[in-house]
């Protein structure tokens, strides 16, 4: 196994501050430029990779979701990720485009909490309006699901194609949350 050698405080500040710096170098879109542009990418794909964290670790999970009512709506079955969720509310999600090169990037990270429900027979009504599917669903299962609200404090862009209109590569929008 290769042997690394590790970096020193001053190499990892140097590094965490390399897109602060490229930030501020590049120009900033319109706000409502910016709300279009990450919406059509939200609209425009339907998994993302769920981060959440609490003092027993760290859990990323792959999942699908549906954008409505200004947050991302993911069904589940359950996992580990719902220990994490139940100490901490505090999430991140990225969704992400696969990666064919330098200058090809595509990428949205989102940071904010989470609204966590039980869905089954009798809860599933009461959410109809953030499910992509008919409650009735929810009566057939011999188990309950889980609804799992991510309610968007923060968006991270990263587009490789924002610097052929002007802007930087990165862009970023605060929302209230």
């Known amino acids: 196994m290769t042997e690394f050698d590790e970096m020193t405080q001053d190499q990892y500040a140097a590094a965490a501050g390399y897109w602060k710096k490229k930030d501020a170098q590049g120009a900033a879109m319109p706000e409502n430029e910016l709300r279009e542009f990450i919406l059509?990418?939200?609209?425009?794909?339907?998994?993302?990779?769920l981060a959440c964290a609490s003092d027993e670790g760290i859990r990323v999970t792959p999942l699908e979701y549906s954008w409505k009512e200004d947050s991302l709506i993911v069904i589940s079955e359950g996992g580990e990720k719902f220990r994490h969720l139940a100490k901490n509310h505090t999430v991140s999600a990225c969704i992400y485009e696969p990666?064919?090169?330098f200058g090809?990037?595509?990428?949205?990270?989102?940071?904010?909490?989470?609204?966590?429900?039980?869905?089954?027979?009798?809860?599933?009504?009461?959410?109809?309006?953030?499910?992509?599917?008919?409650?009735?669903v929810f009566e057939r299962?011999?188990?309950?699901?889980?609804?799992?609200?991510i309610v968007p404090e923060?968006?991270?862009?990263?587009?490789?194609?924002?610097?052929?209109?002007g802007y930087a590569v990165r862009q970023h929008l605060y929302v209230a949350g």
């Open 99 to 101: 990666y064919t090169g």
């Open 141 to 149: 299962l011999d188990h309950p699901m889980y609804l799992i609200r």
């Open 40 to 49: 059509k990418f939200i609209q425009g794909h339907n998994t993302l990779a």
């Open 154 to 165: 923060r968006f991270d862009l990263l587009s490789s194609g924002l610097k052929e209109k």
């Open 104 to 136: 090809k990037l595509n990428s949205l990270q989102v940071q904010g909490h989470v609204q966590v429900a039980e869905l089954n027979a009798r809860t599933a009504g009461k959410y109809d309006a953030l499910l992509s599917y008919p409650a009735d």
